[in-house]
């Protein structure tokens, strides 16, 4: 995500040091979140927590950590809808001609997600959901590999993550079919949502700084006020929204209270949905 590089470099020159963004994709983020959370809890080693982490606890009978009780929360930093995205050759303008598609060629059509149980997996799994659409999940190890098949052509779609699906959309290598907030998105005015579409469907994802339990307050606070005063910053608000999200905040209070309640919601929405972990 090129704001996690942003947010990494201001927080650098505002500390006077280099903040390495270590990549750790795989596993529906677990791998990357592990490594978080059995980190040393001196506020040196922290991870952007994205939905996925509100996902993993239903959807995974056995996890290295516990999503709540293995984590210091710091701060939400950005939020956003989700895309409805297509290769080119599927031949859908529109989310009412994709389903149409679908049901006159019932398990043909492929999906694509970042991986099981990513925030990817459950979007896509509550659109088929409610659509009532005949799809076929093809799970990847990260948006970018799922991102370079949809390119391909090798999958049909996907409902991906609106930083991941933006640029390659605006490169004219996918065709955005619709977002998935309540409302239209500012960089994509001309594109509809799918509850335009006549669906009730909406898709949020959001990014928070999180680090391993136990990270004293006073490094919490610390952390916090510098994040704040980064995300204040003009050229980053215009750089978070100029990659697909909306710059946010939170207390670490608040992002825990978040995080609960998200946990909650998306369990229904697996029951419902019947998503299940390969």
């Known amino acids: 995500m090129l704001f996690r590089s942003l947010l990494a470099r201001k927080l650098g020159d505002l500390w006077g040091q280099q903040v390495v963004v270590e990549n750790r994709p795989g596993a529906g983020g677990n791998i990357g979140t592990e490594v978080v959370a059995k980190a040393a809890p001196d506020g040196h080693t922290l991870g952007i927590a994205p939905s996925t982490h509100a996902i993993v606890p239903r959807l995974f009978s056995k996890l290295p950590f516990d999503t709540l009780k293995d984590f210091t929360f710091v701060s939400l930093v950005a939020a956003g809808p989700n895309i409805v995205v297509c290769h080119p050759s599927v031949p859908a303008n529109s989310v009412k001609e994709l389903i149409a598609l679908a049901k006159r060629r019932p398990g043909q059509l492929t999906f694509a997600s970042a991986g099981i149980g990513a925030t990817t997996h459950l979007a896509g799994e509550y659109f088929k959901n409610v659509a009532a659409i005949d799809v076929l999940h093809i799970p990847y190890k990260g948006s970018s590999q799922a991102q370079i098949d949809l390119v391909g052509g090798q999958v049909s779609f996907m409902v991906d993550s609106m930083p991941s699906g933006l640029p390659k959309v605006q490169a004219g290598k996918t065709r955005a079919l619709a977002t998935t907030g309540r409302k239209r998105y500012s960089a994509l005015p001309n594109v509809p949502t799918v509850m335009e579409s006549g669906l009730d469907y909406e898709s949020i994802s959001w990014w928070g700084v999180v680090g391993p339990a136990g990270i004293p307050p006073a490094v ?9 005063r980064v995300m204040a910053q003009a050229d980053v608000k215009e750089k978070f929204v100029s990659t697909g ?17 998200d946990i909650a919601r998306v369990g229904k929405l697996i029951t419902d949905t019947g998503m299940q972990a390969e």
Do not use: F, H, Q, R
């Open 220 to 228: 919490v606070n610390k952390l916090l006020a510098d994040i704040t």
């Open 245 to 261: 999200v909306e710059p946010a905040g939170s207390s670490p209070l608040e992002l825990a209270a978040a995080m609960k309640s």
